[in-house]
């Protein structure tokens, strides 16, 4: 069975500085696709970023970009130029290519603080 | 597109209560889940449909847990009867082609 790790229950950072979040993850399959989500106070859970495991190039999404190292089964999340409106929880989550469900796999989370 | 709606946003209720939650996925999206977060046990999956069909309802912890989904465009959690033990934020996602998109949640507490 696939299993999502976050080592790290609560990460701080100050503002504007970068910050890498770790995911490690657990699977023997080639097909996959994995998962950052955002959960701030007001605990709506917001898609932050995506990467299909195919693909060697890194995500990106403005702020916000993975490591994804594949052979390590390591998908850390880099958030640079920390703003005040990234504190949130971030959770990483896995899915099999193989399951038309689409079902999740989710870490524990880390708590994201950011020191003004 | 006004994203997955789920109602009501906070509800309080006493012991025994019949409790439902309703959610509205995205349009077009064939696949509905039920998760509940508390922050003993983190985000659970309760149950997920597939084109309205429940294919896993392994997460719902008891019989008093029951979810249908009559149509494309709504679903239904309900809790009867509630107990304190089921108080958590209890959030409906629907999805596509792979991402799953949230809903605002529902509160709810049990006393």
């Known amino acids: 069975a696939q299993t999502v790790t976050q080592s790290q229950p609560e990460m701080s950072v100050q503002e504007a500085e970068t910050v890498t979040l770790s995911c490690t993850y657990d699977?023997?399959?080639?097909?996959?696709?994995l998962f950052w989500y955002k959960q701030p106070p007001s605990r709506q859970m917001i898609l932050v970023i995506r990467?299909?495991?195919?693909k060697q190039q890194n995500a990106t999404e403005n702020r916000f970009s993975v490591n994804f190292q594949k052979a390590a089964k390591s998908f850390s999340l880099k958030i640079s130029d920390s703003q005040l409106g990234d504190a949130a929880m971030y959770f990483c989550?896995?899915?099999?290519?193989?399951?038309?469900?689409?079902?999740?796999?989710w870490g524990a989370g880390t708590k994201l603080i950011i020191k003004p | 597109d006004a994203g997955v709606i789920q109602s009501p946003r906070h509800e309080v209720t006493e012991m025994g209560q019949e409790v439902t939650l309703r959610c509205k996925p995205i349009?077009?999206?064939?696949?509905l889940f039920w998760y509940r977060q508390t922050m003993m046990r983190g985000l659970e999956l309760l149950i997920y449909?597939?084109?309205?069909?429940?294919?896993?309802d392994s997460g719902m912890p008891e019989d008093r847990f029951s979810a249908k989904m009559p149509n494309a465009s709504f679903s239904t959690l309900k809790i009867q009867p509630s107990e304190p033990r089921d108080s958590a934020v209890y959030f409906c996602?629907?999805?596509?082609?792979?991402?799953?998109?949230f809903g605002p949640g529902t509160r709810l507490t049990v006393t």
């Open positions: 996602a629907s999805c596509n082609q792979g991402e799953q998109y």
């Open positions: 349009s077009g999206h064939n696949s």
């Open positions: 449909f597939n084109n309205n069909v429940p294919i896993d």
């Open positions: 699977t023997s399959e080639s097909d996959y696709y």
């Open positions: 990467q299909e495991a195919y």
């Open positions: 989550a896995y899915r099999s290519g193989l399951d038309s469900n689409y079902q999740l796999i």
